[in-house]
């Protein structure tokens, strides 16, 4: 590639195109980097994109979040789930400590989907002030032992979640 | 033609990284597999664990070879620094790309989704496209020196991922857990950990061993082309002589 | 045979050892039953039986007993577990039980708690974790050698 030299007009003519080819190959390729990048600043620094909600910012949504599809976490409070003794579904609170929100959901919850742990939950916030989810995703958090020492009561150093959401 | 030293450092003392990693592997995928017991919480599939953190750090470290690497090159502009950036650029993409598939993986049987765009995937995932427009500009520069200089500036712009990758998951809100080693502590018994540490250290081996037979091909082939062309014109020269 | 080829060869043989030896290590996990088959077969002695926790059965009581109903496919089986605290256990878990079924009371009597077998995800992460990095080493020390043999080659020319 890149080895012809032009001789005749028909070659230069070639050439010229695999110029111009190889230059907007350039500018693709700057582009790629650059977009994703940008995307990368726009999505997370920006102040109005977040990956989910919490229970306190859901309570205080405005009725334009109606119809929106939005993604909400916080902590499964302990005892709340409930099943239904004939059809596959659950209703729970989720917390972030200072607000809870009511949860539905039809189906069967992540393998790891428990009380008292995090979960993150995709659908809609409903006028009746109730979450009508369609997606539960367990937030599993990064300590991890053999469940001997869980039973021992070993508590292995993590982030807080529950506070996080506040701060 | 004598081959560049650096080169033949590289010949001499690369069968010691890679059988290093083929040990250390080997003792983690035992210890990952077999000899470690389930987690509390998880079960079995957080052996995926010892398999996806080492692939996603490896392709960290990768990046950051890469990134030095490319100031070096535009500081002494030696081509055969080139021709490991490029080597390593490649290798980071494979290991980025295996990271997040392995990822995936263990996302579905954890969080029940194969993929969400939270701000650590989404980073990640920049990171492949960085490396794959990095790779893409150099196939589409003539000049092998506008090539290399161009794609070092790309990669050094690109870094700024890798911070952002790295803190995603503290100044976010994220599905994907936090650190497991950080400012906080250990958040991994020993039981679990020490599979991670053999696989992780076999991993960076395995790389460095994997970038060192790279580094060998391209400059090789660069060799090869070099020479190629100088027969051509040798024997260019030969025809208008006679 | 070049020496690569042996030392590839070796590498191969030593994942063939290791698939064989985690294969064997987790292949009593593998099998279970479904809550219908156990209903309609009998069967004695130690059995697993694979189903889901349904919705509003479950009762604990204290820290190591509980009473569900393990939904299957076609029918349900009432259990009773008695064991180490079952820590992960609640309504609408699919899990695997382990325990006998006690034919005359129609109970299935559980004394733990197994894992559900989803291996197949840990095979599938490692193998796409290891597997394009051998094929992709393979390939680039194989093109490192023909490079030189052919570097090597081309001195004759080179020597003038």
């Given amino acids: ?167 | 033609m004598t081959i560049h030293r650096v080169i033949r450092k590289v010949q001499r003392f690369e069968g010691w990284f890679g059988g290093g990693a083929l040990l250390c592997l080997i003792a983690g995928l035992y210890l990952g597999l077999i000899g470690s017991p389930p987690d509390y919480y998880q079960g079995e599939v957080v052996r995926i664990m010892y398999i996806h953190v080492p692939l996603a750090h490896t392709s960290l470290l990768g990046y950051t070879i890469l990134a030095a690497g490319s100031l070096w090159y535009l500081w002494k502009r030696d081509p055969i620094v080139d021709n490991m950036c490029q080597a390593v650029a490649a290798l980071s993409a494979v290991f980025t790309a295996l990271a997040l598939g392995t990822g995936m993986i263990w996302g579905k049987p954890t969080w029940d989704t194969w993929w969400t765009w939270d701000a650590r995937l989404t980073s990640f995932t920049v990171l492949l496209l960085i490396l794959i427009g990095y790779l893409m500009l150099r196939t589409f520069v003539d000049d092998p020196e506008k090539e290399a200089r161009y794609g070092a500036i790309l990669a050094i712009v690109g870094f700024v991922d890798l911070p952002i990758i790295h803190f995603s998951v503290e100044w976010w809100r994220t599905l994907h857990q936090p650190q497991s080693i950080s400012m906080r502590g250990v958040s991994i018994s020993s039981g679990l950990l020490v599979p991670l540490l053999f696989m992780s250290v076999g991993m960076s081996l395995l790389f460095s061993y994997m970038l060192m037979v790279r580094t060998q091909l391209l400059y090789l082939d660069r060799l090869l082309h070099a020479k190629k062309g100088r027969l051509l014109s040798q024997f260019h020269l030969s025809k208008s002589d006679s | 045979m070049t020496n690569l080829h042996r030392r590839w060869g070796g590498v191969f043989l030593v994942a063939i050892v290791f698939i064989v030896l985690t294969y064997n290590h987790y292949r009593d996990n593998l099998a279970s039953l479904a809550p219908e088959q156990v209903k309609q077969e009998t069967p004695a002695g130690e059995i697993r039986v694979l189903g889901m926790v349904q919705g509003g059965t479950l009762e604990t009581r204290g820290a190591g007993e509980a009473t569900f109903a393990l939904l299957g496919k076609s029918a349900t089986l009432p259990v009773h577990y008695q064991g180490p605290p079952p820590d992960n256990l609640r309504e609408l878990k699919i899990l695997i039980l382990i325990g006998t079924w006690n034919a005359d009371r129609q109970v299935f009597e559980a004394h733990d708690i197994g894992i559900v077998p989803n291996y197949g995800f840990i095979a599938g992460a490692y193998l796409l974790g290891l597997l394009p990095l051998a094929l992709l080493l393979f390939a680039m020390t194989r093109r490192v050698h023909s490079l030189y043999e052919e570097i090597k080659a081309s001195t004759l020319y080179e020597e003038e």
């Fill in chain 1, 1 to 167: 590639m890149g080895e012809d030299e032009g001789e005749g007009d028909g070659k230069n003519c070639k050439s010229e195109m695999m110029v111009a080819k190889k230059k907007a190959g350039m500018i693709v390729s700057i582009l790629l980097v650059g977009g994703a990048l940008g995307y990368l600043a726009l999505g997370n620094f920006g102040e109005n994109v977040v990956y989910f909600f919490t229970p306190s910012e859901v309570k205080a949504f405005s009725t334009d979040y109606y119809q929106k599809k939005v993604r909400v976490g916080g902590m499964v409070v302990e005892g709340s789930m409930e099943t239904y003794p004939d059809r596959l579904g659950l209703t729970f609170r989720l917390t972030d400590g200072e607000a809870t929100i009511p949860v539905t959901f039809e189906g069967i919850p992540p393998d790891l989907f428990k009380e008292g742990q995090g979960a993150v939950v995709e659908g809609y916030w409903t006028n009746q002030q109730r979450f009508e989810s369609n997606l539960i995703m367990a937030k599993h958090s990064e300590d991890y032992m053999p469940i001997e020492l869980k039973r021992a009561g070993v508590e292995l150093p993590r982030k807080d979640f529950m506070k996080s959401l506040v701060e």
